[in-house]
């Protein structure tokens, strides 16, 4: 008998979408999703963040985190292991209590959201952590400036925020983000990469914009 996992088949449900039945195939057959249930993290995207502090060192003891687009908390649960000292995040999605996080459901995209998040923080961020993703339509040039819009409203906020030295992350798709957006931020930063996580499935788009080294928003 062959060792290897054996694949789930999926049979298609009377009323179920193929769209829906090939993304619980694809749920099923995955090992980061096994991996997240067998450590009880709520989602596999939280190899994604660990994946990318292997790789650069970003969490450390005692740091103040903001989490935009936290749900289900994957991120957040990262950052408790790592030891981070104060935890604030926001989804439009309910996230249910974790240790350590002060969670406010909002949309971020709220006027009022930023201003709520930094009462909530009570001071400056070490980093800014966004796994947003705006609903997408299926027309390409729209949904790239929605995705935009969302990463650049990040991108202000962190900037509001963060300490000198902190770091920002954020999701883009389709390329990485605009030349304009990271000709600004080479501006507020030392080093800006593009990364595209292991746990990032191969067939995605998305990557993560990683910013480090804060300048000061006088920079």
């Not at 390329?175 to 931020?185: D, K, R, V, Y």
């Not at 800006?192 to 292991?198: D, E, V, Y």
Request: glycine content about 8%; hydrophobic content about 40%; charged content about 25%.
């Amino acid at each position: 008998m062959s060792r290897n996992k054996r694949k789930s088949n999926v049979k298609t449900a009377r009323g179920r979408k193929t769209s829906s039945t090939l993304w619980l195939k694809r749920q099923l057959n995955d090992p980061y999703v096994d991996k997240a249930q067998k450590l009880g993290y709520r989602s596999r995207a939280a190899f994604k963040l660990l994946e990318m502090d292997e790789k650069l060192g970003l969490l450390k003891p005692g740091m103040r985190v903001v989490d935009l687009g936290a749900a289900p908390g994957g991120w957040c649960q990262v950052a408790e292991e790592k030891g981070c000292g104060k935890i604030v995040a926001i989804d439009l999605l309910a996230v249910d209590d974790l240790p350590g996080v002060d969670f406010i459901q909002m949309d971020f995209m709220d006027n009022d959201a930023p201003e709520k998040l930094k009462a909530m923080l009570g001071g400056p961020a070490d980093i800014v952590l966004s796994d947003m993703a705006p609903n997408t339509i299926g027309h390409k040039q729209t949904d790239h400036l929605r995705i935009m819009a969302v990463v650049e409203a990040a991108y202000y906020f962190a900037i509001e925020v963060l300490e000198p030295g902190g770091a920002f992350i954020a999701k883009v798709f389709q390329g990485g983000a605009q030349n304009t957006l990271i000709a600004e931020m080479n501006q507020s930063f030392d080093k800006i990469r593009h990364i595209k996580p292991p746990a990032s499935r191969k067939d995605s788009s998305e990557q993560y914009l990683v910013a480090t080294g804060f300048k000061g928003i006088n920079s």
